[in-house]
């Protein structure tokens, strides 16, 4: 992993002492968000792989300032932040884990998505969840991750984390995070959680914690708690599960606003994989030569304001051509502008004509100039005879 960890990111996950008021996300609100998300289509209910790790894979991707992560695992488990919520108990969430081991420089290694799961007297946003109680009761297609964070009104925070990968004899290495978590939730009736924590939680088994995948530590152990000394924050205990410390941070202080961010809208849906571009062959296309008329501008301007497509231009530049026409231009105004110039090149070379004649003494060809320069002029006020 190549990636370090930035100055500003703190140590581990993040607790709230109080949820964030209005005003304080107003602070630190960014319109829109700095992810794309992909989440694959399914075929198949999702199903649980070792009770609280879901069937998902890495097809389920997300885009995050030019670089891909994969989906590495999809865990409910125990809440591991508090303080973010204040509409409700939150009893589980769910936790996306996302990776790339190719980034490099302060670029995060892994994207965290934190849903929680609240307690409330009816399923909402559920739909996803119920699939994993009772995979048969789909009537129609089936629900996918993308469900549970596509509202339009769920916002969201973001924090930059570091946590430190520890292991006897060996230098302490640093895994770079990102995590966005979704306050918005999933509200789960008590029955409905019930049947949940039946089919993510062995028999007589506490409910999991969220654990990092594997893959990610290398054989090292997680820092799961930290003590300040000297205004550093030094390692108390280790996980060998992967298991993440947590510290507090009021969010009415200014470190708060220093750490999160507060994004007004959920991360934009991509492109699903394997779909693509429609591929047209040669002859669906026509190339026209350029016309100065027709393309003013050279750039496929048409003067009414649209754009002129390869189709608008099949059929001619019927329609460009009504458009200059209707912008006031018509053939009256430019028949009068045609014989005013005229006229007025003609008397320019009757007057031409009088000065080289009269230089040379002819008077009576003088005489003759002067007389056609008073009937043009006659021709440019009254105009062409109808």
Known sequence: MNASCPLDAVKGFVNLTTPPTPSRNEAILVKGSPL???FAPRTTPPSTVNYNTLDEGPSNTVLYKGSQYSLLSAQIALPTHSGYVNNGLVVLELTLTFWNPQVV??????????IPILL???DARTNYLLQLINPDATNSSVVTLQDLIANESMLSYGYKSCLDLVAT???ATSLNMYVLYFPY???????SLISLASVIIPKGENPPTYKLPAQLLNGKNTVSSYALEDGEMVPMSVS???VIGTQQLSSATDEFLNVFQCFSKPPSVGTPQGASCPAYTTSQYKCLPFNKFYDISGSLNDPSGGWVTLKDRKGGGASVQQSFWSSGFNSEVVIDIVITFSVLLGVAFIIWLFRYLSSRGTAVAAAAAVAAVGAAATTATTGPPE
């Open 185 to 191: 939730g999933i509200f789960i009736s008590e029955q």
């Open 105 to 114: 420089g302060t670029y995060p290694s892994i994207i965290l998505f934190v």
């Open 36 to 38: 794309i998300i992909n």
């Open 240 to 242: 060998s599960d992967g």
């Open 169 to 171: 004899n060996e230098p």
């Open 120 to 122: 409330g007297t009816n």
